[in-house]
């Protein structure tokens, strides 16, 4: 399968994992959120949804990310949630998004901490081979608006594979001073005659061990 990233990366390397490790307060886990609901959100049991592919990270999914639970998402442009589910049963289901050219679907809010690395998920395309998906990382500040972070773009065939991982680094600025604790995910289609299936969108969330 061919898969691509490009744009800014949001890659910043504040330190290395041990170091990230010793900076996580006790309890970050649990830390209160910002305009997200309870703080449970934040300790969904973890799986290796990905393992089947040589990526052993523990992964949570996103809320509505299996798209199995009607209109959690926010659709537009045409994105509608479509019979039809990923063949690899990484989250057992009937249905999976579709997003055509323009489409666009923005995730809930979920809970972020420092240390949620990258998100990943399922994805072919249906469409024109040179469509691209755009991934974007919404960030609320603490006056209620909106940063827009560049998670760049994944290009993939007609076969049903993982995304590449998609950076949420530049995000744990913010999650390390207290300020990021929530974040939602936008995906769009892009280009003429494009058109994407996705399902089962995850967000590893690092742990110290």
């Known amino acids: ?3 691509g990233i490009g744009s800014t990366k949001l890659g910043v390397l504040l330190a290395t994992a041990g170091t990230a490790c010793a900076l996580i307060a006790p309890g970050a886990a649990s830390a209160g959120l910002l ?3 309870s703080a449970s959100d934040c300790d969904v049991p973890t799986s290796k949804a990905f393992a089947a592919w040589g990526d052993t990270a523990n992964y949570r999914i996103v809320p509505g990310g299996s798209f199995e639970s009607g209109a959690a998402w926010t659709l ?3 994105a509608k949630v479509v019979a039809g589910n990923e063949p690899f049963n990484v989250v057992p289901g009937t249905h999976s998004l ?3 050219n323009g489409a666009t679907a923005v995730s ?3 809970c972020f901490t420092f240390g949620d690395w ?3 998920f399922l994805v072919r395309n249906t469409g024109n081979t040179a469509g691209k998906l755009k991934v974007d990382v919404l960030v609320p500040t603490l006056v209620g608006l909106v940063s827009v972070l560049d998670g760049g773009y994944v290009q993939a065939d007609g076969s049903w594979d993982p995304s590449p991982n998609v ?4 995000t744990n600025v913010g999650g390390l001073l207290g300020l990021t604790k929530a974040v939602s995910f936008r995906l769009r289609a892009t280009g003429t005659g494009a058109s994407f299936q996705v399902d089962d969108v995850f967000l590893d969330p690092f742990r110290c061990r």
């Open 35 to 37: 305009s997200t609901g």
């Open 98 to 100: 579709s997003l055509t």
């Open 167 to 170: 950076s949420a680094l530049l």
């Open 1 to 3: 399968m061919r898969h």
């Open 118 to 120: 990258h998100m990943r």
């Open 76 to 78: 537009s442009g045409g």
């Open 108 to 110: 809930p809010k979920t």
